[in-house]
């Protein structure tokens, strides 16, 4: 039995963290945990976090809301290349949605994908993402899920 949860980066597993890797296959569909952390600390509204599987870190994410509208975006996950198969992916977003609609009190989550990653979008649809006919700047389609009641 896996217990998925999802924990701040800090002092004590930024080291971790940023040796979690891609398959080669996938380096041009998401950005490394450098690149994200690069981010993260220039736009502060980005919450990086670690990806745990009960005391092992599996994967890396990234979250956060922008705007008066409050967008709020799951805008990144990596799960580490050798932790890949084990449906860590689909238990991972399961709770950052959890997470991510009760801190921001919205419904709505938006993510985006590059339009050649089949297989992040099987797994984002089986979820409940839905293509939203839109791209963002960058041309990765944008995807909604909205939070049952």
Known sequence: MSSISIRKINSSNESAVRKIT?????????ESVDECLEEANTVPQWRPVAIYNEEEMVGFAMYGSFGPNKDTWIDRIIIDEKYQGNGFG????????????????????????????????????SIGFKYINEKDPNGELIF??????
């Open 144 to 149: 909604k899920y909205t939070v049952k009641q």
């Open 90 to 125: 689909k238990k991972a977003m399961f709770r950052l949605i959890e997470i991510v609609s009760k801190e921001y009190g919205v419904k709505d989550i938006h993510l985006s994908i590059v339009e050649e990653n089949k297989v992040a979008r099987h797994l984002y649809e």
């Open 22 to 30: 891609l398959k080669e296959d996938q380096k041009n569909f998401i």
